[in-house]
């Protein structure tokens, strides 16, 4: 793995900084209303996936930044946090469903912005796994990416809609 990864040291060390800031920032911001972030299913289910964004970026470069690893290991390692961070943003595309503040088109493109990096992280193992490595591993960067800024927006919207 060390070949493989050695080009994404430097955006690694860069995301896993940029990303543990931004979640501890943004769950200290959130907790400042947690009461009343926690009294909406759908406040709640975004919070959590905001987060859950951040942390899947977080895992996926740390883990690319262990040494002596093989890229079976990472590629695995992803698709496990890539499962997790998806059951995160299933649970907040079923409460903004649920919500029905929106229009059907808008309910829809609130949904899948998280789903967007969840799916660049997944298919990025597959691709580690089966071959294309250095091709995964750019549809993972990819994902890191779209993971934090997708973040950016769903935890944008939770702050938002508490004052509201």
Known sequence: MAEALEGWTDFNV??????????????????????????????????????????????ASAVGLMPGGSTAVYAIAVLAAAAGAGAFQVAAIRAIRRSGRDSVGERIVRGA?????????????????????????????FGAVIAVIASILMAWVVLVEVLR
């Open 14 to 59: 860069a995301m896993v900084g940029a990303a543990a800031a931004l979640a501890g920032l943004l769950i200290v911001a959130m907790s400042v209303n947690i009461s009343a972030i926690m009294s909406s299913p759908e406040l709640t289910a975004r919070a959590g996936a905001s987060i859950a964004g951040l942390a899947l970026a977080i895992v």
């Open 113 to 141: 912005i998280g789903m967007v990096a969840v799916a660049a992280f997944a298919i990025g193992a597959v691709l580690v796994l089966t071959g294309p490595i250095g091709v995964g591993l750019a549809v993972i960067g």
